[in-house]
């Protein structure tokens, strides 16, 4: 295992661990629900407390992996099966350690009960970075991110947007049976808290991102947009500036969670490559966001 693949799988498992503190600290003891199978595990967490969050959470991941595989393939590989199984393992066993109790937790030196707000911003930036950091191994960590993956293959809506159906509905859930009209907004800022975090961590904060590269084998990097990613592009005329030859360079608009694919992917096909990434603050068109009927 080389140094890139050793970080690859730290990222994944302080992911996870960032991701179970987030739960055990600062979400599940003040019914917070922010989306995602952890967030609907902390509403049946409610309902059945003999059941401990993480346990639900691996219950509903198990069969949405094995829907991922049966319907994305490759693309859902071990470093997220390791984060949708280390996750719930590492929040279930913290839980048994120190309970779940605002009042009793750390001997109740982080009893935030009186300030929920600031339980949010932390449970929101420990989520984050934990959420982060697994994606930035091409990863993730299961749960309602394939749901919306699988929402937008066939409702052909942008993933991000897909995302925020799905979480939406959990928290509606949550206000239901919580039955609290507070704890809805209180998911909402963790929400917001958690996706700003993961946006600086995977690339910076920006959303989509325009590539410009240069290669001398600019045909496999053409491939690997078209086959891999499942992408569109655009050739560019050039001519080298100092030398005067002719190149072809590569124009493409990817989402954030696919720089890093692309980084990779460009370092293994040609090392000497150039490329520059660009914010697209906003992207119109197919894949992309649609533009607005008149």
């Avoid at 099966?81 to 350690?97: E, K, R, W």
């Avoid at 960590?141 to 159906?165: E, Q």
């Avoid at 995977?202 to 078209?226: A, P, Q, T």
């Amino acid at each position: 295992m080389n140094s890139h693949h050793f970080r690859q799988w730290l990222f994944v498992v302080v992911g996870a661990a960032l991701l179970a503190t987030a739960f055990v600290f600062f979400i599940t003891p003040y019914r917070i629900v922010p989306g995602g199978v952890y967030g609907l595990g902390v509403v049946l967490n409610y309902l059945f407390p003999a059941i401990q969050v993480g346990t639900y959470g691996l219950s509903m991941d198990i069969p949405l992996l094995l829907i991922a595989f049966r319907l994305f393939g490759a693309k859902f590989g071990t470093k997220t099966i390791v984060a949708a199984v280390l996750t719930p393992v590492i929040m279930d066993t913290l839980t048994l350690l120190v309970g779940s109790d605002p009042a009793t937790l750390l001997g109740g030196k982080i009893d935030l009960s009186d300030d929920v707000l600031l339980s949010c911003i932390f449970g929101g930036t420990l989520m984050g970075a934990g959420v982060g950091l697994i994606l930035k191994t091409h990863a993730t960590s299961g749960g309602t991110d394939i749901v919306a993956m699988i929402v937008s293959r066939y409702f052909h809506v942008p993933i991000s947007r897909a995302v925020l159906y799905v979480d939406s509905l959990v928290v509606l859930f949550g206000l239901v049976v919580l039955g609290d009209w507070r704890l809805p907004l209180y998911s909402l800022v963790t929400i917001f808290v958690s996706s700003r975090v993961i946006d600086y961590i995977v690339d910076g904060g920006s959303g989509d991102k325009l590539l410009f590269i240069l290669s001398d084998r600019h045909d496999e990097i053409r491939d690997y947009i078209l086959e891999g990613l499942d992408r569109g592009g655009t050739y560019i005329k050039a001519s080298g500036m100092y030398t005067g030859a002719d190149k072809e360079m590569i124009f493409v608009v990817v989402s954030r969670r696919e720089v890093s694919l692309m980084r990779d992917r460009i370092r293994e096909i040609d090392p000497d490559a150039f490329m520059i990434v660009v914010d697209a603050h906003e992207t119109l068109g197919e894949g992309f966001k649609t533009f607005e009927k008149l």
